[in-house]
T-cell receptor
């Protein structure tokens, strides 16, 4: 089955700097890659996603890149702000629609003001 | 539109007991998935229900079970609790109707139930 590795497990950046979180997946059939943000006391919330027919997607300060050949994808946050501090999870699924998401173990991002 | 709600939010049990957690999905969502979240293992998929039928199942022992009602509300049950069952249990709902637009059923998570087993 699918296996998702996520690095780093913790990340501290200065406010205004960029943050990058990387994930690798094992199943070449995976075609959907969402990123979730989990704040303290809340459930994960989808912040951006990308499908395998796209190499990059951007939404304001966040962007995701996908390299299907190397089977890795990354989350980029620019101009970080204190409210970006949270745990971020990447996920992958080998089938769009009804196959469960497989999550990475998360990255705790701390943005230092 | 109200989000996914889970009850109770916190629960303390002792080893050997059983527990039932409840999840009410977003109105109109017919799919409900359950995840176990622990610091060491992250989010692990337990099972998914769609139209009262279990559609997918993760790699958890038979002590973990679930069901879904006709109004799409779902419950999960853990019998003979072990210390290692202490975790945040998350429920997520999705709508198959959205998959045609997005290409995938986006999952909306509830705040979770924090279960502590003593």
């Amino acid at each position: 089955g699918e296996n998702v590795e996520q690095h780093p497990s913790t990340l501290s950046v200065q406010e205004g700097d960029s943050a990058v979180i990387k994930c690798t997946y094992s199943d070449s059939a995976s075609n959907y890659f969402p990123w979730y943000k989990q704040e303290l006391g809340k459930g994960p919330q989808l912040i951006i996603d990308i499908r395998s027919n796209v190499g990059e997607k951007k939404d304001q300060r966040i962007a995701v890149t996908l390299n299907k050949t190397a089977k890795h994808f990354s989350l980029h946050i620019t101009e970080t702000q204190p409210e970006d501090s949270a745990v971020y999870f990447c996920a992958a699924t080998p089938n769009s629609g009804n196959t469960p998401l497989v999550f990475g173990k998360g990255t705790r991002l701390s943005v230092i003001a | 539109k109200a989000g996914v709600t889970q009850t109770p939010r916190y629960l303390i049990k002792t080893r050997g007991q059983q527990v039932t957690l409840s999840c009410s999905p977003i109105s109109g969502h017919r799919s409900v998935s359950w995840y176990q979240q622990t610091p060491g293992q992250g989010l692990q998929f337990l099972f998914e229900y769609f139209s009262e039928t279990q559609r997918n199942k993760g790699n958890f022992p038979g002590r973990f079970s679930g069901r879904q009602f006709s109004n799409s509300r779902s419950e999960m049950n853990v019998s003979t609790l072990e210390l290692g069952d202490s975790a945040l249990y998350l429920c997520a709902s999705s709508s198959p109707g959205l998959a045609g637009v997005k290409g995938y059923n986006e999952q909306f998570f509830g705040p979770g139930t924090r279960l502590t087993v003593l």
